[in-house]
């Protein structure tokens, strides 16, 4: 069995392979429903508290990935119209 640290050595050793940083276009078609679904995912994978910062895969991203990761979470909601939604159904959150 890997332990969380050799995860991540090996997660950090994919992400070293030459051309991973190549730019690639890729043709999504999903509904409006999983666009929020899938920006809301991403959004709470990059929320990282403190005590878990070393044990994730995630500390082993480079800060620069993690921010256009939800840099393209964001255009993918601007893309389908739901900027506002998100931003309405957030305030509802809140409210807890």
Do not use: C, F, W
């Not at 994919?14 to 890729?26: A, E, Y």
């Not at 043709?27 to 990059?46: C, M, P, T, W």
């Not at 939800?70 to 309405?88: M, P, R, T, V």
Request: glycine share 8%.
């Amino acid at each position: 069995m890997l332990t969380t640290n050799d995860v991540a050595k090996v997660y950090d050793t994919i992400l070293s392979i030459p051309g991973m940083n190549d730019t690639v276009k890729i043709d999504l078609r999903i509904s409006r429903k999983n666009v929020l679904l899938l920006n809301h995912v991403i959004e709470r994978g990059l929320v990282v508290k403190d005590d878990e910062k070393n044990d994730g895969l995630l500390s082993n991203v480079p800060e620069e990935n993690l921010v256009e990761l939800k840099s393209i979470a964001g255009q993918y909601l601007e893309k389908a119209g739901l900027i506002e939604l998100k931003e309405k159904l957030n305030e509802l959150g809140k409210g807890k």
